[in-house]
């Protein structure tokens, strides 16, 4: 089976679960993962599938930690078409910026060549208290997808 990163940005640590978690259902599966929780390009492959897992903090921000890579996708403009991804984003729909550190780091993905398999699960923190569960739903949905992309 396929190798994939799960790429995880988070502030209070949701995302990071959620990727682990994700990670340890992908291998029951059959896929080998690496986890990278606030990578920078280099550290990542540059074929392959990813699995992007991020929440949002403040006014629609990036957390911190994943804040370099989505600054290198702009500035870099690296060459990201051997990229096929799956995005997952966490926040809270109290606030009109929800999940929208997930549009962000999707649109820096696409803009240099990476295709996006599946639609996005954007996980409202107030209607799941273990984002987990909504993540790991989608995940069958997603494997499913990548059969026949």
């Known amino acids: 089976m396929a190798d994939i990163t799960l790429i995880s940005g988070s ?3 949701g995302a990071e679960y959620v990727a682990e978690h994700l990670a ?3 291998e029951e599966a059959g896929f080998n993962t690496f986890t990278f929780h606030g990578p920078l390009l280099e550290d990542l492959p540059q074929q392959g599938l990813w699995l992007v897992v991020t929440s949002t903090h403040g006014a ?3 957390p911190d930690n994943l804040l370099p890579m ?3 996708l702009d500035e870099l403009n690296p060459d990201l078409s051997q990229i096929r991804f799956g995005a997952i984003g966490i926040g809270s729909r109290e606030y009109d910026t929800f999940c929208q550190a997930i549009e962000k780091m999707e649109a820096g993905l696409k803009k240099n060549g990476a ?3 599946g639609e996005t699960l954007k996980i409202n923190i107030l209607d799941h208290d273990i984002p987990e569960d909504p993540a790991e739903e989608w995940l069958g949905s997603w494997i499913k997808l990548l059969n026949i992309v």
């Open 60 to 62: 629609g921000d990036i």
């Open 115 to 117: 295709k996006q398999i």
């Open 11 to 13: 502030t209070l640590g």
């Open 70 to 72: 989505y600054e290198e």
């Open 24 to 26: 340890e259902k992908l």
